[in-house]
């Protein structure tokens, strides 16, 4: 069996084609004045199905981008015990702190967390780890940082700061680098920031292989790989429409909506809800029944269109400050109605979508390729109208992507959180692909007075799952 353990590349040849690395390199050597000890290397990530579903504990399949995040670290030369941060966009600015006092600014509404929020969170994850584990000498580092994920586009730019902050302190203070642990821990350390997402952007970023998807189960978390079909072409499409999950309270809205469903639903069944968090846990520890055996139980127990929370307190039998506290977060606290019944249902129906869109893969061979591409692109398509009408996570600009790329006939969705952000589309080769992309750039980009000052691989592009999170030290020829 492979090992689980993430491999320090010693020694790692680079040669000066790889310029953004050089240019770290550079960058680094300029700002601090001594060499980079070491390199981290952390993907983006384009979820293929499954959203929305992580946090509920019901499996995902992302596969990992070529956009990545690259640091440049070393320890601090002082021996001093003060985190320096650098980044190579200017408008990313520098910070400093002590490990000792490490403080999370959480964004106020919205408005995004400031870029090192996302750094500091994987830092204290680690340290919050270590810590339990006993006393242990602080060590400073120096860091630079450059990134090509685009931010707030649903593509994981922000786990992938986290986890590349998170891998870079398990190096520094000796933790064995197990990539489980290190998504389990960058995804609870994630939750310092004010979200709560459910791992599967630390997921795949750890355990991502290069040449195929993941198929991502949580609790505890394994990755098994997704041969896609050799002519299926894979597109992102930025709507350009910004989505910072942070930045509002929408997401945890979502999870909450999800929560508060599992313990309706277990009430409604006689079990225990005040043990019971997540849907998932709910179908199969708890009831232990079939997806759809557990889709027919939201259809029968919740039947209205609104829960207020007066009469969810008093399904519950619960005061105010107790419902807050079991169901709620803090950005969340006033909230007063919550859609169960269609948070629930996408969430099932769409864990049903990943295990038909898992078998589809599984199962095609050469003769019926072409047949499976149909089949994953029409669970796409579900996907999207899901996510659209059930979990209202869509957006206008995500809309007229969907609608371009329905007219074209390739099976789309939105990809990541949503509200904003990228679609991701399934072309039957590269001819089409090509063709595809074309078609979005005359009738979605060209008409985009903001897509004129980018450049357009940046936005719309075919990618290929790449490897996850690397560590190593570099020789520069
Ligand atoms: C964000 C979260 C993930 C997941 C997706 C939606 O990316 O970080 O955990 O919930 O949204 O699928």
Redesign the pocket.
């Known amino acids: 069996m492979e090992s689980d353990d993430l491999f320090v590349n010693v020694n790692k040849h680079i040669d000066a084609a790889d310029e953004r690395l050089v240019q770290l390199r550079d960058f680094f050597f300029k700002e601090f004045s001594t060499k980079a000890e070491f390199f981290v290397k952390v993907p983006g990530r384009v979820?293929l199905i499954g959203?929305?579903v992580?946090?509920s504990g019901f499996p995902v399949c992302p596969m990992a981008l070529s956009q990545n995040i690259l640091l440049a670290v070393a320890t601090s030369p002082n021996n001093d015990d003060i985190i320096h941060l650098k980044n190579m966009q200017s408008k990313y600015k520098s910070f400093k702190c002590s490990i000792d006092h490490i403080k999370i600014e959480l964004p106020k509404p919205g408005t995004y967390p400031g870029w090192h929020n996302y750094f500091l969170c994987g830092v204290k994850g680690i340290l919050d780890y270590i810590h339990k584990m006993g006393d242990y000498p602080r060590k400073g580092f120096l860091v630079a940082v450059s990134g090509n994920i685009p931010p707030a586009a649903?593509l994981?730019s922000s786990?992938a700061l986290v986890c590349s902050a998170a891998l870079t302190t398990a190096f520094l203070y000796d933790l064995p680098l197990n990539k489980t642990l290190l998504a389990t821990l960058s995804a609870s350390s994630e939750h310092y920031i004010g979200t709560q997402?459910?791992?599967?952007?630390q997921a795949i970023a750890f355990l991502a292989k290069k040449g195929c998807a993941q198929y991502i189960e949580f609790n505890p978390v394994r990755a098994t790989p997704i041969q896609l079909p050799p002519d299926a072409v894979f597109v992102i499409a930025n709507s350009l429409a910004e989505a910072n999950?942070a930045a509002t309270s929408d997401f945890n809205k979502r999870v909450v909506e999800c929560r508060i469903a599992t313990k309706l639903l277990a009430k409604f069944t006689d079990r225990p809800w005040q043990d019971i968090e997540k849907l998932g846990q709910l179908q199969s520890e708890v009831l232990d029944v079939e997806l759809e055996e557990f889709e027919a139980l939201i259809k029968k127990h919740l039947t209205k269109d609104v829960y207020t929370k007066d009469e969810l307190m008093s399904i519950f039998h619960i005061h105010e400050k107790e419902f807050e506290e079991k169901m709620l977060t803090p950005n969340t606290k006033d909230e007063k109605e919550f859609k169960l019944k269609q948070r629930a249902l996408h969430v099932i129906q769409e864990a049903i979508r990943v295990e038909h869109f898992r078998h589809v893969t599984d199962n095609a061979d050469d003769d019926d390729e072409e047949d499976a591409i149909d089949q994953m692109s029409e669970l796409m398509k579900r996907s999207h109208k899901s996510l659209r009408n059930l979990y209202e996570c869509s957006h206008e600009n995500l809309e007229e992507l969907i609608k371009i790329s329905k007219e074209f006939g390739v099976g789309a969705r939105l990809t990541?959180?949503g509200w904003g952000g990228c679609i991701v589309a399934l072309t039957d080769s590269i001819t089409t692909c090509d063709r595809y992309i074309a078609t979005l750039n005359e009738c979605y980009y060209d008409l985009m007075p903001q897509a004129k000052h980018l450049e357009f691989d940046q936005i719309c592009f075919a990618t290929e799952p790449q490897n996850g999170a690397e560590i190593f030290i570099a020789e520069f020829s």
């Open positions: 979820n959203e929305h992580d946090y649903g994981s786990s997402g459910g791992g599967m952007d999950k990541g959180a």
